[in-house]
């Protein structure tokens, strides 16, 4: 069984910061590029931001300068730096990655966490 399993999701209020954490488990050979999406109430899931297995970097524009993505690829693990939060950020964060398996094909899938909810208080 493989999974993602978000954390550090939370209530703060607008200008503060919050960390979150996704990890990977379960029976793969490696992880390639990973990512950070959100969605809020009536709105279509967006992504916030992503990361290669290299470290290239992606950011949605209205996060670029405030939110910063990074990846341990030894503990399979990606993380979200959120500074200057903004009402506008609350919505439910959700990790996403691209696992590889090796062995016959070298097969890539897509997995989905279950999400962790950030709100933002004005």
């Known amino acids: 069984q493989v999974q993602l399993v978000e954390s550090g999701g939370g209530l703060v209020q607008a200008g503060e910061s919050l960390r979150l954490s996704c990890a990977a488990s379960?029976?793969?050979?490696?992880?390639?590029?990973m990512g950070w999406y959100r969605q809020a109430p009536g709105k279509q899931r967006e992504l916030v931001a992503s990361?290669?297995?290299?470290?290239?970097?992606k950011y949605a524009d209205s996060v670029k300068g405030r939110f910063t993505i990074s990846r341990n690829n030894a503990k399979n693990s990606i993380y979200l730096q959120m500074s200057s939060l903004k009402s506008e950020d609350t919505a439910v964060y959700y990790c996403?990655?691209?696992?590889?398996?090796?062995?016959?094909?070298?097969?890539?899938?897509?997995?989905w966490g279950q999400g962790t909810q950030v709100t933002v208080s004005s």
């Open positions: 996403n990655a691209d696992l590889r398996f090796g062995g016959f094909g070298n097969r890539v899938a897509n997995y």
């Open positions: 379960g029976i793969f050979f490696s992880i390639d590029d």
């Open positions: 990361i290669s297995r290299g470290g290239s970097t």
